[in-house]
């Protein structure tokens, strides 16, 4: 079962000065819901925002049956 707050603080440290929101979605620890606006997102198209985000998760997507993301630059 993922914590919503590893969740949070894996994509705070990948990007520094990102406002992170996470929610549990189903309470299984398995479905999320997460809105992040980074300053390292400036710049990048939707994708790689997503790429970035899939990348500070590592290897807790293999434990995460969906994530719902909503990215924006800060």
């Given at each position: ?20 929101e996470v929610a549990d979605?189903?309470?299984a620890g398995d479905h ?43």
């Amino acid at each position: 079962m993922v914590n919503p707050d590893e969740i949070r603080r894996r994509i705070e440290t990948a990007l520094p000065g990102a406002r992170v929101e996470v929610a549990d979605t189903t309470g299984a620890g398995d479905h999320f819901e997460v809105q992040v606006a980074a300053p390292g997102f400036a710049g990048k198209g939707l994708v790689e925002q997503h790429q970035l985000v899939y990348g500070a998760l590592g290897t807790l997507m293999q434990e995460i049956h969906a994530l719902s993301l909503r990215t924006s630059a800060a």
